[in-house]
Structure formats: C-alpha cells, structure tokens
C-alpha cells in the first residue's frame, strides 16, 4: 500500500472540527486526502481496494462494513466554527462502487473545497502510515489535535471542548439560516472523569505513544473540585525513545466492528518473520509444524527480538528525517506567510502618508548611524524614485513613529511567530510590492 507513506494537509479548520468518524471512516477519508495534490482545480474520483482498508484477510463482512461505512459518510456533514463565530455544517463525500470489483470510488464534493485544495496557510501535515494501525476513532483526532501543536510543545483544551470536538455532545438545531441555534441532548462520559480518561485519554495517549511519530502526556486541571481542562504535552517520538522514557505496550484495545479480525501488530510481525526465516530453508514438509516449533524456539525468539531492534532504530531515523523536513517547511510556511503579513500591514501607512512624514523619513536617512549602508536608498530616497524595498522601510519607519501597539509589536517576527498558535484572520494584501 504504497499511499501509506503519502503526506496528509489538512486545513485547521478541518483538524480543530466537530466529527465522530469510525475508524474505518477515517481511513477511508484519509485515502482520499492522499491523493489530493497542491496544485488540484477539482476533485476527481479516488478508487480504493476494500482490501488495503483492513489489515487481515476480507470477506463478505468487511464488504458490508465498508459499503455501509461509506453510505453514511455521503450523509455525513462536518461541524466548522469559522473566525467570525458561526458555525457551519459541511457535506463532505460522495462514494460508489461495485462489489465484484471489490474496491470503492469517493469523491470530495465542492462545498469542502476551500478546506482542501490550495492551502497557503494554517494546516496540519503528517504521513499516513503514523495513523493507519490507529483502532481507535479517538486516537485519530487527538493524534491530529496534538500533531497541529507539535512544535509549540503543548496543547491545552477544556473538557468540554475536547468532548465536543470528538463527536461525545449531541445537539439538536433550533431555528434557521444564521439565527439557527444548538441544544444539547447529551453528554456522554457526564458523569465521573475517570470513565473518560480511562476509555479515551488513556486509550489514544497508549496507542498514539505506540504507532505513530509523536509521543505524548496529559496534565489535568481542575476549577473547584471538577476537573475542566485538559494539556498535552507533545514531542516526537524518537526523543522518547532516546531518553529511554518507556512507550506503553498494553495489550490492544477492544476493536470496533471495522477491525475485529485483526490480531494483534506483535503477532503479525512474529508470523511475517518467521515466513520469510522459512522461505530461505528448504526441504520443510509440514509448514505449520515447522512454523509452530520455530515460533517457540529461544533462538528464534532472539533473532525477532534483534530484527525489531534494527527496524525500530530505523523507524526512528526515518521519523528523525521526517521531523527535520517538517520543521523546515513549517519554519519556510511561517516566513513567507510573515513577509505577507508584514507587506500588507504597511498599506495604511503607506496609503496614508504625509510630506512631512516623507521629509522625516529623508532625515532619519541622512542621521542613520551607517552611512554607508544607506547611502544608495537615500539617493533613491531623495530622487523620489523608491523601490520596493524603499517603501518597505519607509511602511516601517511610519509603524515606529505613529503605528498602533499591535502593528510595533508585531514588526518582530518572533514576537509574530508566538501568537501564531490559532489562525489569524487574512490581512490585505498590497499590490505595490
């Protein structure tokens, strides 16, 4: 399944949304994503092999799961909070297919568009294959609530919130169009927290810990004696490792219908070893016998344990990597958005200036403590013909001498970078640079 080493984007707006996807829907709906590209105009067909959405042998009951998965995923509608406060209710999916073929065809429909395709800013990235032995539907979100904070380090949500995000409150709509309102029908886990830590926190932090390329903490908090939020502290996982802090290696959680057949990672991966031990011996006559005794045998069990060992360090070299590229994209992400945001916050000034301002900012030029450095630009200056950088530094003179406090602070980029942590609402942009 070579998609699983694909990249996932997904706009904030979708990561921080209101859903409750099965495991087997959040599979399904990250296929389609992989196979989205940055420069895609319209959504097209993506086919998937019922087959590559479990990770056993399939038969007539995995068809149904996935036939019937996919029927209410055309239904499905995910909640979005925009930054003006209102909510909206987005239809996702459409989907067909043919049994006999044995795949399926989903196609994101239009209305989602501007949460998919050509993201410039504020998305969360991953690879798939961190996700993909999730049997969890929680652990997917909280990998995702997480994975978008990794490089602040934390992520602090209330209780509520988090509920609310992972499908736990049920509304009922009152009203229409932008009076339409929510009512809560129910809270699920409204009674004692240890309920909710227990089948959710604890649940995804183990199994997030376990499968993916970020390990995870949780601190609680309490306003009275209840306990109403909730951070996550977040790293990658191969500094976890290599400060030899201990992953949980619980047995597996109760799976979902999805994902009932499957055994356990630790199985496969010993069964799948010892195939390929047995496929360089020759002369074997009873396989299974063979298979059964080997599997038992001390030695064999030292050679597994070595293999792990390499394709463990190797796993943390590949996330070691990973992490490096993603940071250098976020941090590339996070300068070109900057330099956007510091062209367009000039414009007021800019559009606004007075002779007496220009005369000022001629005089700072010639009292400039390095001459040297400015002497071409004051001769522009003074010819009065700028150049685009010319009337970048004149918009930064003009914030530093009668700029409002939120435009002076923000001429740090990492003062910027610091509040950079939820979206921000879009700056205009200047065409005259």
Same mark, same amino acid.
């Given at each position: 399944?070579?998609?699983?080493?694909?990249?996932?984007?997904?706009?904030?707006?979708? *990561?921080? +949304?209101?859903?409750?996807?099965?495991?087997?829907?959040?599979?399904?709906?990250?296929?389609?994503?992989?196979?989205?590209?940055?420069?895609?105009?319209?959504?097209?067909?993506?086919?998937?092999?019922?087959?590559?959405?479990?990770?056993?042998?399939?038969?007539?009951?995995?068809?149904?799961?996935?036939?019937?998965?996919?029927?209410?995923?055309?239904?499905?509608?995910?909640?979005? /909070?925009?930054?003006?406060? %209102?909510?909206?209710?987005?239809?996702?999916?459409?989907?067909?297919?043919?049994?006999?073929?044995?795949?399926?065809? *989903?196609?994101?429909?239009?209305?989602?568009?501007?949460?998919?395709?050509?993201?410039?800013?504020?998305?969360?990235?991953?690879?798939?294959?961190?996700?993909?032995?999730?049997? +969890?539907?929680?652990?997917?979100?909280?990998?995702?609530?997480?994975?978008?904070?990794?490089?602040?380090?934390?992520?602090?949500? =209330?209780? $509520?919130?988090?509920?609310?995000?992972?499908?736990?409150?049920?509304?009922?709509?009152?009203?229409?169009?932008?009076?339409?309102?929510?009512?809560?029908?129910?809270?699920?886990?409204?009674?004692?927290?240890?309920?909710?830590?227990?089948?959710?926190?604890?649940?995804?932090?183990?199994?997030?810990?376990? =499968?993916?390329?970020?390990?995870?903490?949780?601190?609680?908090?309490?306003?009275?004696?209840?306990?109403?939020?909730? /951070?996550?502290?977040?790293?990658?996982?191969?500094?976890?490792?290599?400060?030899?802090?201990? *992953?949980?290696?619980?047995?597996?959680?109760?799976?979902?219908?999805?994902?009932?057949?499957?055994?356990? !990672?630790?199985?496969?991966?010993?069964?799948?070893?010892? !195939?390929?031990?047995?496929?360089?011996?020759?002369?074997?006559?009873?396989?299974?016998?063979?298979?059964?005794?080997?599997?038992? +045998?001390?030695?064999?069990?030292?050679?597994?344990?070595?293999?792990?060992?390499?394709?463990?360090?190797?796993?943390?070299?590949?996330?070691?990597?990973?992490?490096?590229?993603?940071?250098?994209?976020?941090?590339?992400?996070?300068?070109?958005?900057?330099?956007?945001?510091?062209?367009?916050?000039?414009?007021?000034?800019?559009?606004? %200036?007075?002779?007496?301002?220009?005369?000022?900012?001629?005089?700072?030029?010639?009292?400039?403590?390095?001459?040297?450095?400015?002497?071409?630009? !004051?001769?522009?200056?003074?010819?009065?013909?700028?150049?685009?950088?010319?009337?970048?530094?004149?918009?930064?003179?003009?914030?530093?001498?009668?700029?409002?406090?939120?435009?002076?602070?923000?001429?740090?980029?990492?003062?910027?970078?610091?509040?950079?942590?939820?979206?921000?609402?879009? /700056?205009?942009? $200047?065409?005259?640079?």
């Amino acid at each position: 399944m070579e998609f699983l080493d694909f990249n996932i984007v997904k706009a904030n707006e979708l *990561v921080n +949304s209101r859903n409750n996807l099965s495991v087997l829907q959040h599979r399904i709906i990250l296929v389609a994503l992989s196979q989205i590209t940055p420069d895609q105009e319209k959504f097209e067909w993506v086919s998937i092999p019922v087959k590559d959405l479990f990770n056993t042998s399939i038969g007539q009951k995995q068809y149904r799961l996935v036939k019937k998965a996919v029927k209410d995923m055309t239904r499905l509608a995910i909640d979005i /909070t925009g930054s003006d406060g %209102y909510w909206r209710s987005v239809p996702f999916l459409e989907a067909e297919g043919k049994d006999s073929k044995g795949c399926i065809r *989903v196609r994101f429909v239009e209305n989602a568009r501007d949460l998919l395709l050509q993201l410039e800013r504020n998305y969360t990235k991953f690879i798939l294959r961190y996700t993909w032995t999730f049997t +969890s539907s929680y652990s997917f979100r909280i990998y995702e609530f997480c994975k978008q904070y990794q490089l602040i380090g934390k992520r602090t949500m =209330e209780v $509520f919130e988090l509920k609310d995000r992972l499908g736990l409150i049920v509304y009922e709509e009152l009203g229409i169009g932008r009076n339409k309102t929510k009512r809560i029908l129910k809270e699920m886990y409204q009674g004692r927290f240890s309920n909710f830590e227990k089948n959710v926190l604890e649940m995804a932090r183990d199994e997030i810990n376990r =499968e993916s390329d970020i390990f995870i903490t949780y601190e609680k908090h309490k306003k009275g004696r209840a306990i109403d939020r909730i /951070t996550f502290y977040i790293r990658s996982n191969e500094e976890a490792i290599s400060s030899e802090e201990k *992953v949980p290696v619980a047995s597996l959680p109760t799976a979902n219908e999805a994902v009932s057949e499957v055994l356990s !990672l630790d199985e496969q991966e010993k069964e799948a070893f010892a !195939l390929d031990y047995m496929a360089a011996k020759e002369g074997i006559k009873n396989e299974s016998a063979y298979k059964q005794r080997l599997m038992n +045998s001390a030695d064999f069990e030292s050679q597994f344990q070595q293999h792990r060992q390499q394709k463990r360090k190797t796993r943390r070299e590949e996330a070691q990597r990973n992490q490096r590229k993603q940071e250098q994209e976020y941090q590339q992400q996070m300068e070109l958005n900057y330099e956007q945001y510091s062209k367009s916050v000039r414009v007021p000034y800019l559009e606004n %200036y007075t002779s007496d301002d220009f005369e000022g900012f001629k005089a700072y030029l010639r009292n400039h403590p390095n001459r040297l450095l400015v002497k071409n630009q !004051l001769l522009r200056v003074e010819s009065g013909e700028l150049e685009k950088s010319d009337w970048f530094s004149f918009g930064t003179y003009l914030i530093k001498l009668k700029g409002k406090p939120e435009d002076i602070k923000y001429l740090d980029f990492k003062v910027w970078m610091r509040d950079q942590v939820e979206p921000k609402p879009a /700056t205009p942009k $200047f065409t005259g640079f």
